[in-house]
Nanobody, 116 residues
Framework: QVQLVESGGGLVQAGGSLRLSCAAS????????MGWYRQAPGKQRELVATITTGGSTNYADSIKGRFTISRDNAKNTVYLQMNSLKPEDTAVYYC??????????WGQGTLVTVSS
C-alpha cells in the first residue's frame, strides 16, 4: 500500500523560504516520476513541479525560478525548496506520482501559509 507523508510546512512571511519533504513507502520510488501539487483555499488542486527518475524537472509558470524540486532515491524522498514565497503560494502541498491515477491515494499534505 502506497503511503506518502508530507512535512515541512508552516507560517512564513512573504519573501521567506521553506523546504518541504515527502517520504514515500509501498512503491518502487525509483521508477516513478514524482510531482508536487498544491490546493489553495477554494481552488482546485494543481500540479506545480515534477521530477523524472533521471532528475529532469518541470515547473508551473507561477513558481518557476522560485521553487526547486529534487529527489533522493536512496531515501524514497522528494523535496520542494521554496524561496521568495508570496501570499498566493498559501496552500496545502501534496506529493504524488506523475501522472497520478485515481488509485494513487493522497497523503495528508502539509500546510504552507505565507503572510503579507
Amino acid at each position: 500500500q502506497v503511503q506518502l507523508v508530507e512535512s515541512g510546512g508552516g507560517l512564513v512571511q512573504a519573501g521567506g523560504s521553506l523546504r518541504l519533504s515527502c517520504a514515500a513507502s509501498g512503491i518502487d520510488f525509483r521508477i516513478w516520476t514524482m510531482g508536487w501539487y498544491r490546493q489553495a483555499p477554494g481552488k482546485q488542486r494543481e500540479l506545480v513541479a515534477t521530477i523524472t527518475t533521471g532528475g529532469s524537472t518541470n515547473y508551473a509558470d507561477s513558481i518557476k525560478g522560485r521553487f526547486t524540486i529534487s529527489r533522493d532515491n536512496a531515501k524514497n524522498t522528494v523535496y520542494l525548496q521554496m524561496n521568495s514565497l508570496k501570499p498566493e503560494d498559501t496552500a496545502v502541498y501534496y506529493c504524488n506520482k506523475f501522472p497520478r491515477t485515481p488509485w494513487d491515494a493522497w497523503g495528508q499534505g502539509t500546510l504552507v501559509t505565507v503572510s503579507s
